[in-house]
């Protein structure tokens, strides 16, 4: 992607097309337990699936290694184990805190996303 373009072009499609992907299956798995919270829901959840994706390829970019892109989305992915507890735990989080979670972790990933485009521009380069 990044030949055809620049690279911060080409993390924010990655992003949106990754964001994008999870919105049929999080709709099928999430809608019944998300009721009328499961738009905002996905909305965060793009949200920062975009962000973040600006900030492994930024990573990538400049280290050219796979593991640590890996581990930035793993550590994300774990992270939201220590957002909320889940649908098993004694106590899940409410559908609407759900929603509140990734519409706040999403504004929060794009301030250093937004510090590292305008810093390293279109190339994300150091």
Do not use: C, Q
Not at 11 to 26: K, N, Q, R, T, Y
Not at 53 to 60: D, F, G, H, K, Q
């Amino acid at each position: 992607m990044s030949l055809k373009g620049n690279i911060l072009s080409a993390s924010l499609s990655l992003g949106i097309v990754h964001g994008v992907w999870h919105v049929f299956p999080d709709y099928l798995g999430g809608f019944n337990t998300l009721g009328g919270y499961w738009l905002p829901y996905i909305i965060g959840f793009v949200i920062h699936v975009v962000a973040l994706r600006v900030l492994i390829v930024w990573v990538y970019t400049n280290t050219k290694s796979l593991f640590l892109a890996m581990l930035m989305h793993a550590s994300s992915s774990g992270f939201y184990g220590f957002i909320y507890p889940g649908d098993f735990a004694s106590t899940p989080i409410t559908p609407e805190n759900r929603a509140i979670v990734f519409l706040v972790y999403g504004f929060v990933l794009w301030i250093p996303a937004v510090i590292v485009m305008l810093k390293y521009g279109k190339s994300l380069k150091a």
